[in-house]
């Protein structure tokens, strides 16, 4: 069980009231989570103590050195690498995936089949279209109206071209949880596998070893961290690529698809934001902490999102859309329309208590818009975080039922 009063005292920023002496609610993490003192500390120490570029002999570069190697340490248990050559470090995870597609552009063939989906945020879309420049068709799966992927039309479009599926694990925008471990087993035996993890790595734990995947991407600003992206390559993979890099960088992985000097302080931050999670767990090595940690998490994040799920569900003029809470294949992320208010006008209006929430289609533009909502203004999305609270659900439910 997480301790929630416990957990609050950590995050600085949840203290805020507004003047009308309204708290701040945050239900904006699937845009990024509030950041615990422990990760701004560290931060702030590395700029005190430790500020400098990475290879040198004296000793704040060799403390920086230690950070980087440290981060790619702890972000392979993190992700169940256990190999720190696994991860590369970049800007956000965007800018990976473009590298990463460029570098794939010449590899693939003319004729080539790459696999995207109709669910997923355009940074797992929109890089996949330099393909097309090498001759490669891309492929969309369909979403169904439901909210969750047409397993069907994927199992139908895979075949001896395919050479690479591109999938999220879950969806930004609607809280669909994919079934990316089937999807895995119908693919032919040399195509690339790429999960985006982005919006599912705050909520639940990754195995890279058991998902089979070649590559997957997270930002650590959605689980309690400073903006840096992450790249997981399967070990043997990157060198294989012809990444666009200089020829002073070293020529091996994980390093060949960083570009310039990396964000050292916040990579410090990173590693404190692993520590923190993996302290809300138990278990013999951080590995086991991690596990059972993010196993609190999620059903403490499913029961609150469960409850604003029914509440809002049950309301006159609101639809929550995408898939209910009857089983958990659900991340703790609800997303809903209003029949006489736009999701623009709902934010406003949540705002003005001091509630943080997102309007519109967060990026994942082709979901909005195969669901007919992108004219309306997208959906109001209300994403549960480790630490929020059932006072605050009921808060949130109180000001949309008056609405
Ligand atoms: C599912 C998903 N994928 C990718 C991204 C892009 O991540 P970044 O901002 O690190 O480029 C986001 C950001 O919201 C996301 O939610």
């Not at 956000?92 to 590298?99: F, G, I, P, Q, R």
């Not at 089979?212 to 690529?241: A, M, R």
């Not at 009857?326 to 809903?336: A, I, L, Q």
């Amino acid at each position: 069980m997480i301790n929630s009063s416990e957990i609050r005292e950590f995050f600085p920023s949840i203290g805020r009231v507004d003047h009308n002496k309204n708290q701040i609610i945050y239900l904006d993490g699937p845009g990024g989570t509030q950041v615990p003192i422990q990760v701004i500390e560290a931060i702030s120490q590395y700029y005190i103590r430790s500020n400098a570029n990475t290879h040198g002999e004296f000793i704040t570069s060799q403390e920086t050195d230690k950070v980087m190697d440290d981060l790619r340490l702890k972000m392979s248990e993190f992700l169940g690498s256990d190999n720190p050559d696994t991860i590369s470090i970049g800007q956000n995870m965007t800018s990976l995936n473009y590298s990463l597609a460029r570098a794939l552009a010449k590899k693939f063939n003319s004729g080539d089949e790459v696999i995207i989906t109709e669910l997923d945020h355009e940074a797992n879309r929109g890089p996949w279209r330099v393909l097309k420049e090498a001759g490669v068709k891309l492929i969309e799966v369909s979403l169904l109206k439901n909210g969750e992927l047409d397993y069907e039309d994927f199992r139908n479009k895979i075949n001896d071209k395919t050479v690479m599926v591109c999938m999220g694990m879950s969806s930004n925008a609607l809280g669909t949880l994919n079934d990316f471990i089937s999807v895995k087993s119908f693919l032919p035996q040399n195509c690339l596998f790429l999960l985006d993890a982005v919006h599912y790595a705050p909520h639940f734990s990754i195995n890279v070893k058991e998902l089979g995947c070649d590559f997957l991407l997270c930002s650590s600003y959605k689980f309690y961290g400073p903006h840096v992206g992450f790249l997981y390559s399967k070990p043997g993979l990157l060198e294989q690529l012809e990444t666009d890099r200089l020829v002073v960088q070293d020529q091996k992985a994980p390093y060949i698809i960083e570009t310039g000097t990396l964000n050292h302080a916040a990579c410090a931050g990173v590693s404190s934001a692993i520590d923190f999670i993996a302290n809300i767990g138990d278990g013999n090595s951080s590995r086991d902490k991690l596990i059972n940690a993010f196993s609190k998490i999620s059903s403490h994040e499913f029961a609150l999102a469960k409850e604003l799920y029914e509440s809002i569900n049950n309301l006159d003029k609101v639809n929550v859309v995408g898939k209910d809470f009857s089983d958990t294949k659900r991340t703790p992320t609800v997303s809903f329309v209003h029949s006489d208010f736009t999701p623009q006008e709902i934010c406003k209006a949540l705002a003005s208590e001091n509630i943080c929430a997102w309007d519109g289609h967060f990026y994942a533009l082709k979901a909005i818009q195969q669901l007919g909502l992108e004219e309306s203004g997208g959906v109001t999305r209300l994403g549960i975080s480790l630490y929020n609270t059932m006072e605050e659900v009921e808060r949130v439910v109180s000001v949309i039922s008056k609405l």
